[in-house]
Structure formats: C-alpha cells, structure tokens
C-alpha cells in the first residue's frame, strides 16, 4: 500500500488533501493478505455503488467515502471508531492510539525497529525508539535470557 496524500481539516473545519503526506514523501507499507483481502471486497463493493449512482460518485477514487462519496471528516471517523470500540466490548481509546499499539507490538515481537520507523513514516530510527522505549523492557529480559542460556563451553 502506498500512501501518497495527506488529509488536514482548514481554518473552516472542511476536510482538505495535499498531495504530498506529512514529511513530502511518498510511503510504501507492506499489509499482509487478510488486510488486502478485506480491502479489495471493500473496493469491489465501491465499485458496485458506483456503477449504480455514476461517474460523479466519489470522483477521487478514495477507498473510504462519506455517504456523498466524497472525503469523511476526522470528527466521523472517530464517532465512527468510538461505537465500533463499544460494539466491541474493548476500552474506551482514541484512533491515534491503534497506531501506538502497532508499533509498541511490532518492537516487542522484536521485529528491527528500522522497519516500525519506515512503517510510522519516522525520519530516524531514533525517533521510533524514543516514542515506544515503554515496549523495550522485556527487550531487556530477553537480551539478559539470551546469555544466561549459553553454555560455558561456547
């Protein structure tokens, strides 16, 4: 997936794209293919609607569309995210916060924090590693592991 637009809400509160994301470059992150199932479905039902309500219809071709097929407002996506969390049955959070829990996952699974950081769209590694340093302890457990298994024979 590639992401090559930015969204931001102006002094008037309407949703606007630039063309260029935040650091004005774009990012290629790789999603495995349940994601890319679930997207695809979503696209082919867009696409159903479209055919049905014309060419007018969502004109920017966005994945994700407010019922005028045009860009939704952040306060919709998070009215949105807010019911679907309490359907759920999980704890109150804010959407920011799934992309928190992915990089706090990704750091304690030990995937290389110069992945996470390309991920995020960081500019350094260092950047990464000092936001989500909560979710290297067991990093340092690990590490302490590792040389109480080898054998003084090694």
């Keep these: 997936m ?11 509160g309407k949703v606007q794209i630039r063309d260029l994301t935040k ?3 774009d ?8 994601l890319m ?9 867009f696409q159903e609607l479209k055919d049905r309500l014309g060419e007018s219809f969502n004109p ?3 994945v994700f569309f ?3 097929g045009d860009y939704t407002h952040p306060r919709e996506l998070h009215r949105i995210y ?4 309490k359907q759920a049955g999980l704890k109150h959070s804010r959407f920011h916060d799934t992309r928190h829990s992915h990089a706090s996952i990704l750091l304690q699974k030990n ?6 950081s390309k991920r995020l769209g960081h500019s350094k590694n260092g950047i990464t590693l000092d936001l989500y340093s909560h979710a290297i302890p067991s990093l340092q457990e690990q590490a302490v592991e590792v040389f109480g298994d080898i054998d003084d024979n090694e």
């Design 82 to 85: 807010k019911r679907s969390i």
């Design 37 to 45: 199932n679930v997207l695809k479905n979503h696209y082919d039902r």
């Design 111 to 116: 995937v290389h924090p110069k992945i996470i």
């Design 2 to 12: 590639t992401i090559t637009k930015s969204a931001y809400v102006d002094e008037e």
């Design 23 to 25: 650091d004005g470059k």
């Design 66 to 68: 407010n019922s005028n």
């Design 27 to 34: 990012r290629t992150i790789v999603i495995g293919k349940k």
């Design 60 to 62: 920017n071709g966005l």
